[in-house]
């Protein structure tokens, strides 16, 4: 009799795909200045938008491709490998939220995660998962869950220490290889 798999979910953006530097790279080349959310701890990145063009960073991210050539989060291909051989491994994203990202999300995942199989990638709205580990970097994604909380380090949640928190890939091969 085979040992039951724990169940591991690991969100996209922010985690495992880097949306912050595109998102930086197309404002600064569309406004020529140097916008940089990582000295401002706790703030999301339409929070340091000037408000005339505040909305322009939903424009991007809901423009076709924009989540097609994204890079990879450091060291999250190697990680994530290993993770899936020792656990019942799930990619779930909100991927619902943002009407283009579905087919670049799932084109980015076949590229850079060709191991994960199809079956074990969730598009969803709100997170709702039976797994025992999540890794996540919106606290909102938490609240009802009840297995082990994971909160992946990014600028907008710097601020928050009730959670467990995994800095990078590093901390959470530590923590669960």
Not at 28 to 37: K, S, V
Not at 91 to 104: G, H, K
């Amino acid at each position: 009799m085979s040992e039951k798999l724990l169940r591991l979910a690991i969100d996209m953006d922010e985690v495992i795909a880097d949306v912050i530097p595109k998102f930086l790279k197309l404002y600064n080349r569309d406004f020529g200045t140097a916008l940089d959310i990582e000295q401002t701890p706790g703030k999301e990145v339409f929070e340091l938008i000037p408000e005339d063009v505040n909305r322009k960073w939903y424009e991007y991210i809901n423009e076709p491709g924009f989540f097609r050539d994204l890079e990879p989060i450091a060291d999250s291909r190697e990680v994530v490998k290993k993770l899936h051989e020792k656990y019942d491994l799930y990619i779930v994203s909100a991927a619902m939220e943002f009407r283009n990202s579905l087919q670049d999300k799932y084109d980015w995942l076949r590229d850079h995660f060709p191991f994960i199989d199809w079956k074990h990638i969730i598009f969803c709205g709100n997170k709702i998962v039976n797994v025992d580990i999540l890794i996540d970097d919106r606290i909102r994604n938490f609240v009802d869950f009840d297995g082990r909380k994971l909160l992946f380090s990014s600028p907008h949640n710097l601020l928050i220490t009730e959670y467990e928190r995994v800095n990078n890939w590093k901390e959470v091969a530590e923590k669960l290889l």
